[in-house]
């Protein structure tokens, strides 16, 4: 079974930063892709940005050029570094990995992000 930790969530001032971090119990190698979903009270959850095993990103349009998702193989670890926050950007945070072989998807438990105006 996998785990996917995340942490980082908390509260900030809008235009403040943060990074998430999700630690995989194994290998991210064995992951098509790993990313990050958001959910908003009262809405669907959404993807955010999404990282490939060779490091190729796709983001939402909402939080392009202010938003980074990266990698550490070497700690099994995905980062989202989130910029100049907006009070939209207030959700509850999930990691997402697909596995390679079977294209199960494993979510992290979330952490929530709030952003003050």
């Known amino acids: 079974q996998v785990q996917l930790v995340e942490s980082g969530g908390g509260l900030v001032q809008a235009g403040g930063s943060l990074r998430l971090s999700c630690a995989a119990s194994?290998?991210?190698?064995?992951?098509?892709?790993m990313g990050w979903y958001r959910q908003a009270p009262g809405k669907q959850r959404e993807l955010v940005a999404v990282?490939?095993?060779?490091?190729?990103?796709n983001y939402a349009d909402s939080v392009k050029g202010r938003f980074t998702i990266s990698r550490d193989n070497a700690k099994n670890t995905v980062y989202l570094q989130m910029n100049s926050l907006k009070p939209e950007d207030t959700a509850v945070y999930y990691c997402?990995?697909?596995?390679?072989?079977?294209?199960?998807?494993?979510w992290g438990q979330g952490t929530q992000l709030t952003v003050s105006s």
């Open positions: 990282i490939t095993g060779i490091a190729r990103t």
């Open positions: 997402n990995a697909n596995d390679r072989v079977d294209h199960y998807d494993y």
């Open positions: 194994r290998n991210i190698f064995s992951f098509n892709a």
